[in-house]
């Protein structure tokens, strides 16, 4: 593989598995605090 | 009356109350013995014959043999308390420490009995070069209990959980790797090296210094895994 | 964290980024010079990994002595961190390895320590996985953390006198080693990862108290319902 | 009035689940003390806290000697409890079950002295019979001797009675009879008979 390729590969990787986690977090948190909203008006 | 009881008093008596249990019950004795028995013959026919396999791979391979074999019995000392419903009542008359000091030395002794049976066993069957057989005891002796001072207090958190059998093994296999990854350092020694002390010694103290380091570390916390 | 400190810790990882390919120059004397500037990516990872763990063992002890649930959620949310990182940690190493030696893995004591570090995350998601009663999942897995943390300073430090390393040992803290600028920028980036996790465990915290909060709402709604009158004699 | 338990505020919860909630009480030697309630009323839960088996998620239960507060090992040495959750080591004979207890006790008791104990409960024919091979009634003895072994201030019995024949339920009766008068006994029950063992403590309700 290309050296370069290979260094450009490295920081997307991180950043994917960063915002990837981030993302799921705040999916799991919007869907909670819908469900709260929801059911605290029952 | 005598109430003067210390937490080796109370250990000394867990200590004899287990063994009288097991020599009754013989549960994790047959297991363990068993299982290292069956292990050690199947590696002898898979390696044979053995006179071509490099001492590093035998060193390693006893030891693995060795530590599964541990997994099947050693977390048997807790697991029955909780299992017979013996724990409260051992919970009321012991303290915490008296309990784990007791349960560790009996988990000791069964891992002498292991080695003692499997040892000499897989020198005869897998023909490992000796050197040094009175360095080979006590690396023998310190790494087996080394593995047990590590795998006690873990026994007691998996005896607490569900999927007990399968836990044990998953749980203790980091905290029991660095005696493990030492004491095949120092077996090898052992077999090999001419200047075998020399080699070894420093395996012997790291040995020591992780019994000193983990026993500490599991009577700290074995307090909050036995009382609820 | 609020807005602005969000804004700029993302500033300034992209910035730190963007410097790691322009400003940072080749690694002479590796295979692959270009490659060879993985490590201010790959370092920073691997040293999160041992903060995540360290902030594990932290609030694993403080939990045995306050037993507060939060300071459970603390500690399990540490060690997830830990794991994500690991994870990073390894690929990114592989990936320099296979660049640097030819193979993506070779057994060098820092490889197997990240590793065991991964096993030492998995038993502990295990054992809370295998634990029905909160407050007793919290104890065990306490106290596993405490058994695990001296069990992998040991390896660690025991590791390097029995493997040879491939790792150099003191190249980023000894003035004489690799070009400064690559202290700078991996220290750089080690700052502005830290300020994500610290992003990332306080979001992954609102997570756990949201479904606190949603359990204890159920429990209020299906309270009348969970006594059956039939059962008393 | 030397020895004293006081429950104060104490309340359990497990997970969400509220299992006793604000209890107050101060029991006072020497007496008999009765906690009553339905099944799953958090009779058991409330008598192993008392006994230090588990911690109250609220309060605490405090053990007074000439009111001074008790450390946990004397807290320990001066509890015996008998409850269907504590079973004894079924392999094990009557005889060493009680070596074991003393010994772990730090008791100095030969075993022409438990022998003497065994002979109080009519066990002394069965002492090296493997407790395995026990009738239920049999095993309830066995369980209270090894509770009154240590001479404890403090006796606590989780449905002492339950699955025991007349003349069984007679021997607890006697063995709360003669404790009360001098120490501290707290019975968990919601079998008639014994609620009359002593004076009504604490009422859970459902």
Known sequence: MNPLLTYMIVPLL?????????????????????????EGHR | MNRSSSWAHEAIAVFAKDWLLELRTR??????????????????????????????????????????????????????????RTADALRLAVSSTGVFAGKLAFNAVLMWTLCAITVPLYLLLLEAPLRNASLL??????????????????????????????LFGVLSFPVALPPLLVVIHATKAAWLSDNAWRVAAGDLQVLSGFMLVIVPASVLVFEHIWSE | MNRTVQIL??????????????????????????????????????????????????YSWKYLRSRDPLTDSKANAAAELGMLFAILATVTGSLFAMEQWGSAWNWDPRETSIVMLMLVYAAYFVLRGAVE?????????????????????FLIWILPRIVESLHPTNTLFSRSGLDPKYRITLWSFFAGLLAVFVWMFRLRLRVEIAEARLRRQHRRDTMPEATPAGETR | MKWQIVLRRVGKVFDERTVLRDISATITAPGAWVISGPNGSGKSTLLRIIAGLLTPTEGEVLYLYNGERLTARQQRQAVGMVAPDMALYRPLTALENLRFFARA?????????????????????????????????????????????????????????????????????????????????????????????????IQLGA
């Open chain 1, 14 to 38: 991180i950043w994917a598995g960063i915002f990837g986690y981030l993302f799921w977090l705040d999916m799991r948190l919007r869907a909670l605090e819908k469900r709260l909203e929801e």
């Open chain 2, 27 to 84: 549960v994790a004795l047959g297991a363990v013995v068993l299982f290292a028995v069956t292990s050690v013959v199947a590696s002898g026919f898979a390696l044979a014959p053995p006179s071509g396999v490099p001492a590093e791979v035998k060193a390693a391979l006893l030891w693995v043999v060795i530590f599964f074999a541990a997994v099947a019995g050693l977390s048997r000392v807790f697991v029955v308390e909780e299992e017979t």
């Open chain 3, 133 to 153: 009663e909160k407050s007793k999942r919290a104890r065990l897995s306490a106290a596993y953390a405490l058994l695990a943390f001296p069990a992998m300073v």
């Open chain 4, 105 to 201: 006790r730090g008791l100095s008791l030969r075993d022409s002295e438990l022998l003497e104990w065994l002979e109080k409960v009519q066990l002394r024919p069965r002492a090296h019979d493997p407790v395995a091979t026990f009738s239920t009634g049999m095993v309830q003895r066995l369980k209270l001797l090894t509770a009154l072994l240590h001479r404890p201030p403090v006796l606590l019995l989780d449905e002492p009675g339950s699955n025991l024949d007349e003349a069984g339920a007679r021997f607890i009766y006697q063995t709360v009879k003669e404790h009360a008068g001098h120490g501290i006994v707290v019975i968990a029950t919601n079998d008639t008979r014994e609620l009359g063992y002593g004076e009504p403590l």
């Open chain 2, 137 to 166: 005891v006590i690396v023998v002796l310190l790494g087996s209990t080394a593995l047990a001072c590590a795998t006690t207090a873990v026994g007691a958190i998996v005896a607490k959980a569900t999927m007990r059998g399968a």
């Open chain 3, 9 to 58: 810790t993302g500033i300034w990882v992209a910035g730190v980024t963007v410097a790691a390919f322009l400003w940072l120059p080749p690694a002479e004397g590796f295979r692959s010079p270009e490659a060879a500037r993985i490590v201010v990516f790959h370092v920073p990872c691997a040293m999160l990994t041992f903060v995540a763990f360290l902030v594990n063992a932290v």
